[in-house]
């Protein structure tokens, strides 16, 4: 019975394929996550400028 190592030779390509799948999807969350903070930052600048001229009109100042 002869030893060729490709067992071994499988068992670590199998274990490459995990590596990589996880790697993917680590790095699709940290691509979803910062897409989200964006958004979430975008929003709150909108929104602060939103309130902005809400306040300055009903001040009655219409210079905006």
Do not use: D, P
């Not at 670590?12 to 990589?20: D, E």
């Not at 680590?26 to 996550?33: E, G, H, M, S, V």
């Not at 964006?38 to 001229?53: C, D, E, H, N, W």
């Amino acid at each position: 019975m002869g030893h060729n190592g490709s067992w071994i030779s499988r068992n670590t390509a199998g274990v490459n394929r995990s590596a990589l799948r996880e790697f993917g999807e680590a790095q699709l969350y940290r691509q979803f996550t910062t897409t989200v903070q964006v958004v979430i930052f975008t929003g709150s600048l909108l929104s602060f400028k939103t309130f902005t001229i809400i306040i300055t009109c009903i001040n009655g100042n219409n210079n905006l």
